[in-house]
């Protein structure tokens, strides 16, 4: 039976790489794992972004089921919820959100205070914590930079879920403090112009660019993720 796990009100997350690994589409998740590791020779990929260029084309979902085809190598894996504005990840993994992201950026919690561990081996999370008035200013601040450094010394990798790239500049912020960003748009509603428009706020915030997966294609196509 898939897990589909009910966030009051918002788009429902599928964690399909764990409740249905064997399907075809758990197998499409575990290539864009693949193609990231490999995408780089001289510099493991460890902290990798997951946008896109608007809301509801699946970034959540993806930056999910992404983490977890990470975890199930037997490596550690965090993933973040750095989107301050409309997070999702806790109703996700079904965990609280009173502390998070912006608990430690504010100075109120350590990092592994705010840390919690799921049934999913290998797999931590990071929520949002509060929403703050102020999401830009913390995600710019010399205590993101600090506490991304701290991330990646405690996990192998890193996987930061951040808000649609045109609708604020939160992403841009954090696009060159990762290893690798990956755009996610979904097949008959992301307009072309907005994707392209999107990879190039992301190049001029000097992203390192690793692809892009599209949702909602028939398996058949054979069009699941594609390099830039």
């Keep these: 039976m898939t897990q589909k796990l009910k966030n009051k009100g918002k788009v429902d997350v599928h964690l399909i790489a764990h409740s249905d690994p064997k399907l075809s589409v758990s197998e499409q998740y575990r290539s864009i794992r693949t193609n990231i590791q490999y995408s780089s020779v001289d510099k493991q990929i460890k902290s990798i972004m997951i946008t896109s260029p608007e809301a509801?084309?699946?970034?959540?979902?993806?930056?999910a089921n992404l983490a977890i085809v990470l975890a199930q190598q037997g490596e550690s894996v965090l993933l973040v919820d750095a989107d301050l504005r409309r997070p999702t990840v806790h109703y996700s993994f079904?965990?609280?959100?009173l502390l998070g992201l912006t608990s430690v950026l504010t100075k109120k919690m350590s990092l592994e205070q705010v840390v919690s561990r799921t049934s999913i081996p290998n797999l931590s999370i990071l929520t949002s914590g509060p929403i703050p008035p102020n999401p830009s200013e913390l995600l710019d601040s010399k205590a993101m930079v600090k506490m991304m450094k701290e991330m990646q010394d405690m996990f192998e990798y890193v996987v930061f879920d951040t808000p649609p790239v045109l609708a604020v500049t939160d992403p841009q912020i954090i696009a060159n403090k990762c290893d690798g960003v990956v755009i996610v748009v979904s097949s008959g509603k992301t307009h072309k112009d907005e994707a392209l428009k999107a990879k190039d706020l992301l190049i001029k915030a000097q992203a390192k660019l690793l692809g892009v997966v599209v949702n909602r294609v028939e398996v058949s196509k054979n069009e699941y993720y594609s390099p830039i």
């Design 56 to 63: 509801s084309d699946g970034k959540s979902t993806t930056a």
């Design 94 to 97: 079904n965990i609280s959100n």
